[in-house]
């Protein structure tokens, strides 16, 4: 929640506002409270767009739609003025997370507890037709799950039931793979159309992916018209429910009180939103958002946690409230808003927990491609979307992320590359990582720590850490260099300060990069120069001076280190003594140092080796011949391996190229071409490569 600004009203109506929750397309929301105490969320109408007859118009409708509707299955208006200077609605504020992200959080939910969802749900669509409204824009972005069971949310669209689907030309009706087959086709539209809905949803929610998945939304929308929905995933005793309410005809599907008494959940079957995991969220949201009413300006620690030292960057309190209304995320359709309260676990003073977020879903594997020929893009290249210096492409389960063009960080989604979220304040230069595939940390340009949820963009914490760049992280400590040059550890449990050393190297100067494994943090310079330290204490464990001309990233496997430069070598991690080193093919010259950082997979090193790419086992005895590469000039990335191929980076207009992973085969090779720049990155994930080049994004696939 982000506190009122100079044009903020601090009342509507009877409502108290306490803060804004976000801003959509034709609307701006506060959380607000009357006299009583109740919380609501009240939405006002731009002030720019009240003279917009058609829009002031539309959110009229949206108010007398909604009110119309009384069931206890929806979010209901408690109050509205329509007829003012500055139009608003009042809803009950519902605290919990949508369908959608309780899947993604939780996992697809069990056959029970889908029969709770549908029973419920099915017997809140009666509601709402009896109303006489059709909803039209059923989806699991518009369930939110409360402690008083699933509410429908978003009457934005909502139309009488004898309404057609009038549209523009070139505009959705619905949100693909949810629309009715007739809703598509711009048919007349009715009851039947929610029940469709209702049918996408739970396979859905019972399978954990659309029952019409496709990237683009015109195949969607042809899929839902003409193709058959794809419910292998969904539990056998639960197609008989589901697929009925799929039919292509609409007087094929159920009616809801048909599917009301065919979802019959079991007797004292748990409620998921009363007992577990979920439940216990939906509680930590209730309780924040009652503290963010009684105590707006609250500052200081939460009671029960002890007040924060001077020498430990904690996350302040005034940062902490902005991340408990991730809570406030706005979810906007056409013309209607809904907003709810996200957030994690109670830590042990029962405040919903900043730091406790749960890793996101993890996409399909893409399918291999043919192992010849020059390879089709799986999506892109997207033109000016990324700053062209920016640093490699950082895959995070079903996230993209790179430094956004204009500034900032940006994620795309990995299937299709649309747009998932922007941080605007990070400095990319700092670089971003990734904390247990549960957030993305960067950095501003004033040292400020700022971690977002990886799969929506979220904030969560911040931590005042002095940091000039991010070096490492894992699921517990992140790890940052200080614009003084020194090594600071943070936890990720409370954002708290473990140790900072000066380091006996000079880290300043440049970015070094750094590796984690074995119980030590390592290092390498700008100047080329290897230093491990103790990730417990932040004390030397050695160094290795003058391996390489650059800040060559090493690699970990096991008990050694491995780093490239003027010769390859494998270092023990316990004391960086030399235990093998092997000597590049041709002799070191002046802005070519040799080695390549190596890659460790499967038990193999890859490495550059001036234009070679060496395969070599742990041993350092050759694994397969090497395979020659055109183009290759430093400074080096490390290879990037994929199913069965490896990708280096290329210079000049030649791109990017896969190799056999197994060595060199006169059949199987592959270049993806690339004009415009030096500074071309790439990463790899799920059997896809993402590469960055003078701006531009895009998704490889691999063989």
Known sequence: ?????????????????????????????????????????????????????????????????????????????????????????????????????????????????CR????????????????????????????????????????????PEHGLTLTHTGQIPATPGYGAPEQVLGRRTGPAADVFALGAVLAFAAAGRPAHPGGMAAGVLYEVVHGEPDLDAVPAPLRDLIRPCLAKDPADRPLPHQLQAAADPPRGAELPWQVGPLADDIRDHEAAARRLVHDPGAAGPPPGRPPTTPAAP?????????????????????????????????????????????????PRPATPGPSDGTPRPLWGPLPGVAEPTSPRPLPVRDVVVFAAAGGGVAARQVTDGAARWRAGEAHADAGYLSIADRLVATADRDGTVHTYVAATGSPRWSADAAASTLLAADADH?????????????????????????????LTGGRPVAVLGAGLLVLCTVTGDVLALHTRT???????????????????DGGTVFVGGHTLAALRASDGKEVWSREPLGPVRRGAYGWGPPTVVGGLLYALDSEALRFLRPDGEEAHAAAFVVGVAPPWQPPVVQAGSVWVVESGDTGVSGLPRLGPSPTAAQTYPLTGGPNRTLAGEGNRLFVLNAGSLLALPVY
Request: with cysteine.
């Open 538 to 556: 932040g004390a030397k464990a050695w160094v290795r001076r003058g391996q390489a001309a650059a800040a060559l990233a090493p690699a970990v």
């Open 314 to 362: 904690a996350a302040s309190r005034r940062r902490l409230l902005g991340t408990l209304a991730a809570g406030a995320l706005l979810a906007t359709g056409a013309g209607g808003t809904a907003w709810w309260f996200t957030g994690g676990r109670p830590g042990r003073d029962g405040a919903a927990d900043p730091f406790d977020v749960p890793q996101a879903v993890r």
């Open 116 to 159: 709770q969802v549908a029973h419920s749900l099915a017997r809140t669509l009666g509601d709402i037709h009896r109303a006489g409204l059709v909803h039209r824009d059923l989806k699991p972005g518009n369930v939110i799950l409360t402690s008083h069971g699933p509410r429908i949310i978003d009457f934005g669209i909502a139309r």
């Open 1 to 113: 929640m982000k506190p009122l600004g100079p044009h903020d009203p601090l009342r509507l109506g009877p409502y108290r506002v306490v803060g804004v929750l976000g801003t959509g397309g034709m609307g701006r929301v506060y959380l607000g409270h009357d006299a009583q105490g109740r919380v609501a969320a009240v939405k006002m109408l731009l002030p720019e767009l009240v003279g917009e007859g058609d829009l002031a118009r539309r959110f009229v409708r949206e108010a007398l739609t909604a009110r119309a509707v009384t069931s206890d299955g929806v979010a209901r208006v408690r109050a509205a003025d329509v007829e003012s200077g500055r139009p608003w609605i009042a809803t009950e504020y519902l605290a919990g997370p949508t369908l959608a992200e309780a899947v993604r959080r939780y996992g697809p939910l069990g056959e029970a507890a």
């Open 478 to 506: 992140l790890y940052v260099l200080t614009d003084e040059g020194a090594v600071r550890c943070l936890t990720t449990a409370d954002a708290r300060e473990r140790w900072t050393r000066t380091p006996p190297l000079t």
